[in-house]
């Protein structure tokens, strides 16, 4: 399972971005995925999940400015990042559940159940 983060950058304070994750070969009809970050000297962690029925969870330092979504007929999850601060300053990973698990529960924001990781793509917002 390959997957690949783009659309990183550096932005001011208040503007958006918006992030991809390529997922090649990835076929799953009841996948889970999420968008993670991690900051210098910080912990990985959740910000935004999805399931493949398109319900969604964010945590709430992003929760009403960033939006998860797919788009199942180009295998590509995105991340609108919109009102960025600079403490978004992070490199942004997606990650997405194996492909023959079925991932019945609610979206999630736990490192914990995804196996399969991009390589990462960086966000830096200046003030």
């Known amino acids: 399972v390959q997957l690949v983060e783009s659309g990183g950058g550096s932005v001011q304070a208040g503007g958006s971005l918006r992030l991809s994750c390529a997922t090649p070969?990835?076929?799953?009809?009841?996948?889970?995925m999420g968008w993670f970050r991690q900051a210098p000297g910080k912990e990985r962690e959740g910000i935004a999940g999805i399931t493949y029925d398109a319900r969604t969870r964010y945590a709430d330092s992003v929760k009403g400015r960033f939006t998860i979504s797919q788009d199942n007929a180009k295998n590509t999850l995105y991340l609108q990042m919109n009102s960025l601060k600079p403490e978004d300053t992070a490199m942004y990973y997606c990650?997405?559940?194996?492909?023959?698990?079925?991932?019945?529960?609610?979206?999630?924001?736990?490192?914990?159940?995804?196996?399969?990781w991009g390589q990462g793509t960086q966000v830096t917002v200046s003030s």
């Open positions: 990650a997405a559940t194996a492909p023959h698990v079925f991932c019945s529960g609610a979206p999630s924001i736990d490192r914990g159940i995804y196996p399969y």
């Open positions: 070969g990835y076929t799953s009809s009841w996948y889970c």
